[in-house]
């Protein structure tokens, strides 16, 4: 029943991470609309996830590097197309290229790799302590 609680109060902490740190970073950024903040945070949250696994795995092998990969691949595969083939696809804002201007900015990459780091962290130090005072190979 722990557990259930400790992964309930992460993934609090996760969301929380994730959306206040691109919230803050983005705020005072005139150029910044509400399609590149989704897309800000959707990467933020699809690479956490995708690292959140790998840390819940007991073995990393060439085909969970592989799943994760492809999944990573298939999000931005996905958004590049969409965004170069949508042009009027959505009533009111267009996501026109949206993807493509939110990529070439250094804020972007600062924001997200800050978030992954901040978002994980608490996770990984928790996994770092139990598996060095509770050794699992033993």
């Known amino acids: 029943m722990w557990s259930y609680w400790i992964n309930i109060l992460d993934a ?4 929380a991470v994730i959306f206040f740190l691109a919230y803050f970073a983005y705020q005072d950024v005139h150029y910044m609309d509400v399609s590149s903040f989704g ?3 959707a990467a933020s949250m699809i690479i956490t996830s995708l ?3 790998l840390l819940q795995t007991s073995r990393v092998d060439l085909s969970m ?9 298939v999000f931005l595969g996905f958004t590049l197309i ?3 083939t ?3 696809c959505i009533a009111g804002e267009s996501p026109y290229q949206v993807s493509y201007q939110t990529l070439r900015q250094g804020r972007f990459w600062f924001t997200t790799i800050l978030t992954i780091v901040t ?7 928790v996994k770092c302590v139990y598996n060095s005072v509770r050794n ?3």
């Open 12 to 15: 609090i902490w996760q969301s």
């Open 39 to 41: 897309f800000s945070i």
């Open 82 to 84: 969409f965004d170069v």
């Open 65 to 73: 590097i592989s799943s994760i990969a492809f999944s990573l691949l």
């Open 136 to 138: 699992p190979l033993m």
């Open 119 to 125: 978002a994980m962290f608490p996770r990984f130090a």
């Open 86 to 88: 949508c042009v009027n």
């Open 51 to 53: 690292i959140h696994v």
